[in-house]
């Protein structure tokens, strides 16, 4: 089993910055793919951004340009956001995979508990 701890959500005004961390432990290694999602209330789960083990990187056109994602070889995952508005507001989650095929992070199999960010205007 892989688990997963997200920590740094918070509340900023808008134009402002979080980090975001995600603590890999369990069965994980260096081919696993991480990523983040997030859900605002009453809205579906979106995938943001994933990070594979080889290094590839994949954006949503959402937060392409303010969010970037790092990884380091301990399986963290961070999450540097910047220009936060008030719609990224939502719950951020972390999730893995060791699915070739699977693209989302959204569809990953893996997943923490989630860490709340609230931007206000």
């Known amino acids: 089993q892989v688990q997963l701890q997200e920590s740094g959500g918070g509340s900023v005004q808008s134009g402002g910055s979080l980090r975001l961390s995600c603590t890999g432990s369990g069965r994980i290694d260096a081919d696993v793919t991480m990523g983040w999602s997030r859900q605002a209330p009453g809205k579906e789960r979106e995938g943001l951004t994933w990070i594979s083990g080889d290094g590839r990187v994949w954006y949503a056109e959402s937060v392409k340009g303010r969010f970037t994602a790092s990884r380091d070889a301990q399986n963290t995952l961070t999450l540097q956001m910047n220009s936060l508005k008030p719609e990224d507001t939502a719950m951020y989650y972390c999730?893995?995979?060791?699915?070739?095929?699977?693209?989302?992070?959204?569809?990953?199999?893996?997943w923490g508990q989630g860490t709340q960010v609230t931007v206000s205007s």
């Open positions: 999730s893995a995979t060791y699915s070739a095929s699977t693209f989302d992070p959204v569809d990953f199999g893996y």
